[in-house]
Structure formats: structure tokens, C-alpha cells
């Protein structure tokens, strides 16, 4: 259930293994991944107190060469791939404290995180801006493009055999299925009882003038006065900068986010005041009280599993997700990293949902298509 990246990828691993997969989704690819921004940040996401997850995010990120190479030669198209790194910077001298904050964090953990002074910073990217005091470069965080993933992702799936059926589900028991695998996102609430929240991001598409390419070549991660913004440059000319983390539900874009947003950007990156502001949209995250996903065997509810709750880390995390949960759909065996990220944490726990602590994009309205 949910033809969203981590569906469409389990769906497709589960067909190269043999298996008869039908995907249930009303509308297939327009959920989160459709405004994502595809960082895939291991490093620069890794935050206080979420180790465990740090490590699942480590893990995937070193699939995603070998996947995206499979994927791109199973489906016969490109799927935005890139390996430039991430710079993180700090426009003032408090928000590089912030971030250095964190690096020390991040270098503890044996994360490939490099600080750069200033110059050293500028080399690596011209057109920061001159008030930029410092920052990082993480090399080996890289991106995908998610218009192109999800494209791949399907027709792979397809040409491996799986049917893909575009009707909403109201009960987990109108599915006829040996195993089923709910990977709704803010859906999975109402089909499952997880505690699955949404927490919506506003995410603006810009487009480098004359439809060049962008004058940037990194994903730029930045503080800017105390605003979290990113910067994602694609060869196709456009620039995504987001995100909003709301508490809310809804899916309107609002004229302060887009403000705020678009004065972070043009504070860290100039240039990006004569780009052409070609789209703004609202989507939501699949978020859980511990920000961490929820996969594995749902406790009572035999041959049924979830895999959601990716919340910010959706892209990053369909490579891992898709292998774990298609090996113990075909052997019953659970592989230790699905440990800490097992549905049975949340029975009886009682948690209150804990707040989301980093700017990223999301999906569209996926908890209202599926009820």
C-alpha cells in the first residue's frame, strides 16, 4: 500500500525475488516524494540523540550508488544522481557557533565532516555569499532527483512484473495478500494505528535565468540569521530551497514561508535573487515520536508490515528500507538494523510526538488520499 519511493522500491526488490506484487495507490508518485528535495544527507542530518538512525541513514546512503546505477539500467532513464557533497555554512558569527556545535557531534560520531575557513569555503563554492563566516564540507553526502526516482522506480517495478492498481484502500482487510506492506505515509495512521503524524514543509522551485545551469554545484545546507535553509542545484537548471517544519496538517503555501525562505537563500547565495520562482508547494512528512521510521511486523496483526514514518529521510532511507523489508518478507528473518526501528516500540508506549528539528521538503495531502 503507497506507490511512494519506499513502496515502489519494496515493491520492485519483492518482484526480483519472485514474488506475485500488486501496489495500491490512488494517485502513484504524487505523494511526498513529488515535492522532496532528495538530499541524500547522512552526515549533515545526523542530530543529537538520534544515533541509531544515523547509522541506518550511513547504511542506505552506501546502497545508493549501486542502486541508482541498477535502477537507472532497469528502467532505461537517468535518475539525477549526483555526488558533488554538501557544504554547511553559517552566515553570522552565531550561526556558525550553531553549526560548529553540531560538526563536533558529527565528527565524533567518525562522520566525514570537514570545517573550512572562509576562503577555503569559497574556493569550493564562488558564489557564496562574502558575509558566509564558515563552514563544512561533507563529501560524501549527495542527492538524487525525486521526479525523475519515482518515473524509474515504477517502470522497473512494472517491467519486473508488479500491478500497480490506482484505488484508494479504506481497511487493511480489504486486501487479499499473504504479506502486506503499508507504506502510506501519513496514511499508515488510519490504516494501522501507528502514531504517524503529518508535519507539512513549504518548499520553493527557482530556475537559473536562460534556463542555464545553476551557478553552484554543491547542496548548500545553511543558517542565515537563524533561519535553516538548503539549497539543492540540479543539472536541469533549477534550484530547490526549502523547508518549513509546521506542526500542521494543511497543505497551503503561505506568503511569510516563502519570505523567509527566499531572504535566507539570497542572503547565503546572491545570485539566486535573478533566478525565476517557478513553484511553491506544501507537502507532509510521515513524522513518529522518536523521528525515527517505523519497519517491521506490525505486533498482533499477523503477516502485515509497515515501513513508514521516514519523515525527513524518505529518499535517502528506499534503498535500506526496500532490501530489509523484501528479505523478510522472503525468508521471516529480520535483519538487526530493523532492531531499534520495530513497530512494537510504540504499543503501549503513550509518547507524545516529539518536535521536528530540521528544515526539509515533503509530500502533498497522502494522509487525506488514503482515508
Known amino acids: 500500500m503507497g506507490a511512494g519511493p519506499v513502496g515502489l522500491a519494496i515493491a520492485w526488490r519483492c518482484a526480483q525475488r519472485g514474488l506475485r506484487v500488486v501496489v495500491h495507490d490512488p494517485a502513484p508518485g504524487s505523494g511526498a516524494s513529488h515535492v522532496a ?10 542530530y543529537f540523540g538520534e544515533r541509531e538512525l544515523t547509522g541506518l541513514l550511513a547504511e ?3 546502497r545508493w550508488p549501486a542502486f541508482a546505477a541498477e535502477l537507472s539500467e532497469a528502467a532505461g532513464t537517468d535518475v539525477g544522481y549526483r555526488t558533488d557533497g554538501t557544504l554547511v555554512v553559517g552566515l553570522t558569527a552565531d550561526d556558525l557557533a550553531e553549526a560548529r556545535r553540531l560538526w563536533a557531534y558529527q565528527q565524533g560520531l567518525g562522520l566525514p565532516i570537514t570545517p573550512l575557513r572562509p576562503s577555503a569555503l569559497r574556493e569550493h563554492e564562488p558564489a557564496l555569499a562574502t558575509r558566509v563566516r564558515g563552514g563544512a564540507v561533507a563529501p560524501g553526502d549527495h542527492q538524487v532527483d525525486p521526479r525523475r526516482l519515482l518515473p524509474a522506480l515504477r517502470t522497473a517495478a512494472e517491467r519486473a512484473g508488479v500491478t500497480l492498481r490506482p484505488a484508494p484502500v479504506a481497511r487493511l482487510s480489504d486486501v487479499a495478500a499473504r504479506v502486506t506492506v503499508v507504506a502510506a505515509g501519513c496514511g499508515a495512521a488510519a490504516l494501522t494505528g501507528l502514531p504517524v503524524r503529518p508535519v507539512k514543509g513549504q518548499v520553493l522551485r527557482l530556475r537559473a535565468p536562460d534556463r542555464g545551469t545553476p551557478g ?41 514561508a516563502v519570505l523567509r525562505l527566499l531572504r535566507a537563500a539570497v542572503d547565503l547565495v546572491p545570485e539566486l535573487a535573478e533566478y525565476d520562482l517557478v513553484e511553491a508547494s506544501a507537502g507532509l512528512r510521515p513524522g513518529t515520536p522518536d523521528n525515527a521510521p517505523v519497519i517491521g511486523p506490525l505486533p498482533g ?7 513508514t514514518g521516514h519523515h525527513r529521510h524518505g529518499i ?27 513497530p512494537d516500540r510504540f504499543v503501549g508506549a503513550g509518547a507524545s510526538p516529539a518536535p521536528a528539528r530540521e528544515q526539509t521538503a515533503s509530500g502533498i495531502e497522502e494522509e487525506r488520499r488514503w482515508n
Do not use: K, N
Not at 540540479?234 to 503561505?254: H, Y
Not at 496483526?301 to 515501513?307: I, T, W
Not at 530489509?324 to 531499534?340: F, H, N, Q, R
Open 37 to 46: 528535495a532528495g538530499m541524500l544527507a547522512p552526515v549533515a542530518e545526523a
Open 216 to 256: 553552484f554545484r554543491h547542496v548548500i545546507r545553511g543558517y542565515a540569521d537563524g533561519e535553516s535553509v538548503y539549497l539543492v542545484p540540479r543539472d536541469s537548471g533549477e534550484v530547490v530551497v526549502g523547508a518549513t517544519v509546521e506542526e500542521r496538517a494543511d497543505t497551503e503555501v503561505t506568503a511569510g
Open 301 to 307: 496483526r499477523p503477516g502485515v508490515l509497515a515501513a
Open 316 to 342: 535517502v532511507l528506499t534503498p535500506v528500507t526496500a532490501d530489509l523489508v523484501t528479505e523478510l518478507i522472503v525468508t521471516g528473518e529480520p535483519d538487526p538494523l530493523l532492531a531499534p526501528f520495530s
Open 60 to 62: 542506505s546512503a552506501a
